[in-house]
């Protein structure tokens, strides 16, 4: 019964909201060195930590397209941690209604200006990953319906 108590007792770090805190974690060659490009920019992961079941997950997020991980920098440089919002979002086209999640991290800088940039979870394993620790947590993760209208 005490094992079952440590098993739900972190599930991931969340803010007040309830919205889940992503972390920048430099990647390491198999030197123990920090990889950089050949210009001399650092690599990073972008995670989510949790346990499920006793057991450390993480959940990997890239950005939606190459170029947003110089955005990602930027982010995360005004903090090492950010907030995921995880939304979603219909689409009209065609006459066509189609919804998708999208994830964006924020970060609020010292003027209370806010940084965000839209990633995705690198992999399917990571997808049922955070649905997994959403369900955990019993979270109601705020979502927001959005509606847009896109003419071909």
């Known amino acids: 019964m005490a094992n079952e108590k440590n098993v739900k007792a972190f599930v991931a770090e969340t803010t007040q909201d309830g919205n889940f805190v992503i972390v920048r974690e ?3 060659g ?3 060195k920090q990889l950089q490009t050949q210009d001399g920019r650092l690599y990073y992961a972008y995670l989510l930590r949790g346990k499920l079941r006793g057991r450390d997950v993480k959940v990997d997020f890239s950005p939606k397209d190459k170029g947003g991980y110089e955005l990602l920098d930027l982010v995360f440089d005004v903090s090492p941690k950010a907030e995921l919002i995880i ?3 219909v689409q009209e086209m065609n006459g066509v209604k189609s919804r998708r999640t999208v994830y964006t991290v924020n970060t609020v800088d010292e003027d209370g200006q806010i940084w965000k940039s839209e990633v995705r979870p690198s992999r399917t394993s ?3 990953t955070l649905a997994m620790l959403i369900t955990l947590i019993g979270a ?3 979502t927001e319906v959005k509606e847009t209208a896109e003419t071909a």
Request: no cysteine; charged share 40%; net charge neutral.
């Open 26 to 28: 430099p990647i390491k």
């Open 140 to 142: 109601q993760v705020k």
């Open 30 to 32: 198999a030197n123990g």
């Open 87 to 89: 939304a979603e979002v």
């Open 126 to 128: 990571d997808r049922d």
